[in-house]
């Protein structure tokens, strides 16, 4: 069975513009999940989306957004890039509110 | 709020080795419990887990207990090899509503031969 698949697996970006992150869960999880592993600063939860709607978000400005799409696929937009927005970012899919799996993560580095 | 601490690391030992990774939790109800593990340029996998009290999760020769009376889920392996060189990450759901998980700060494991 397939696992979670994020793309691209690395992005460089320049300050200001916007990145746009990639992520397809395990067949069959509805509910999808962002984090940000920043260097220094451990992993942060950045959203939850379930059956299509934004069910939480953690602390972090409204230029971070994103989507699910009808097919449990989902997708991060990263607004006026700064440059301490560059960190790993990692997607997890679940059944449910069930056990969360980790994607490989796409490395954003903003320059 | 709630929150994880994991013992500093970097940890470093000689193959076979006994490995323990401590973790303790602060959280209102009953969390559940998870140890992640990232190897190096990859993402998290799942470890083990636990969902209640005196559970105890095992995986790969891995195992952690979920003690409530001491808010612990210590992460132990009787031998370790070079190959579980990678970083530990505790963590706790205390809400299924919020999905969230919360994570330690992570303990980097060196195992040399």
């Known amino acids: 069975e397939a696992g979670v698949t994020q793309s691209p697996t690395h992005l460089i970006k320049t300050r200001g513009q916007q990145a746009t992150l990639r992520c397809s869960p395990i067949?069959?999880?509805?509910?999808v999940y962002w984090y940000q592993q920043a260097l220094g600063l451990g992993l942060q939860f950045l959203l939850w989306?379930?059956?299509?709607?934004?069910?939480n978000r953690g602390n972090f400005p409204p230029r971070f957004s994103g989507r699910q799409f009808p097919n449990y696929s989902s997708e991060l937009n990263v607004n006026a890039l700064e440059l301490e927005d560059s960190a790993l970012y990692l997607c997890?899919?679940?059944?449910?509110?069930?056990?969360?799996?980790f994607g490989p993560g796409t490395r954003l580095t903003v320059l | 709020g709630d929150s994880v601490t994991q013992m500093e690391g970097p940890v470093t030992l000689s193959e076979e080795a006994f490995l323990t990774i401590n973790c303790t939790y602060t959280?209102?109800?009953?969390?559940?419990l998870f140890w992640y593990v990232q190897y190096p340029g990859e993402g998290l996998q799942l470890l083990l887990k636990?969902?209640?009290?005196?559970d105890k999760g095992s995986n790969k020769g891995f195992e952690a207990t979920y003690r409530k009376e001491t808010t612990s889920f210590h992460l132990e392996k009787g031998s370790v090899q070079v190959s579980d060189s990678a970083v530990y990450f505790c963590?706790?759901?205390?809400?299924?509503?919020?999905?969230?998980?919360?994570f330690g700060q992570g303990t980097t494991l060196q195992v040399k031969p």
């Open positions: 997890a899919s679940s059944f449910g509110t069930d056990t969360q799996y």
């Open positions: 067949s069959g999880h509805t509910s």
């Open positions: 989306y379930d059956e299509g709607e934004e069910r």
């Open positions: 959280a209102t109800g009953y969390p559940s």
């Open positions: 636990a969902t209640k009290a005196d």
């Open positions: 963590a706790l759901s205390a809400n299924s509503n919020t999905g969230k998980l919360i």
